[in-house]
C-alpha cells in the first residue's frame, strides 16, 4: 500500500492552515463594505489565497482523498478571483472567505490530527 509523503504533506497542511489565519486577522471586524474599499487588505488576501492555491498542490493525492473536500477548487482560486479582464470579483472572494474557509480550516485540522495518529 503506497503512503504519502509525510513531511511535504506536513509541512503544506502547516502553510495552508498559517494562511487561513493570516486572512482570518486581516480581515477580522472588518465588514464586506470595508474589506470592498480597501485595496491593500484585498492585497494581504488575495496573496494568501494565491499561497493556498500552490501549497494544496504540496500534499499527496493519496492524503487528499481521504478526506471529502472539494480540492480541485483550491487549485482554482485565481480564476474565482479574477474575471475575463483581469478585475477582481471581491465580492466573490469575501463570499469565499466566510463560507468556504471555515469547511477548510476544519478540514485541515483533521487532516493534522490525522497525520498525527495515522
Given at each position: 500500500m503506497k503512503r504519502f509523503d509525510d513531511r511535504r504533506s506536513a509541512a503544506a497542511v502547516a502553510a495552508l492552515l498559517q494562511a487561513i489565519a493570516q486572512i482570518s486577522h486581516h480581515v477580522q471586524q472588518v465588514s464586506q463594505e470595508e474589506?470592498?474599499?480597501?485595496?491593500?487588505l484585498q492585497d494581504a488576501v488575495f496573496f494568501q489565497l494565491?499561497?493556498?492555491?500552490?501549497?494544496?498542490?504540496?500534499?499527496?493525492?493519496f492524503f487528499l482523498d481521504r478526506y471529502d473536500y472539494p480540492w480541485y477548487q483550491l487549485k482554482t482560486f485565481r480564476k474565482l478571483m479574477l474575471n475575463d479582464k483581469f478585475h477582481v470579483r471581491v465580492d466573490a472572494v469575501w463570499?469565499?472567505?466566510?463560507?468556504?474557509?471555515?469547511?477548510l480550516k476544519k478540514t485541515l485540522e483533521m487532516m493534522k490530527s490525522g497525520m498525527k495518529h495515522g
Open positions: 474589506f470592498r474599499s480597501n485595496t491593500t494565491s499561497v493556498i492555491s500552490e501549497k494544496v498542490q504540496d500534499i499527496d493525492r463570499l469565499l472567505i466566510e463560507k468556504d474557509l471555515p469547511d
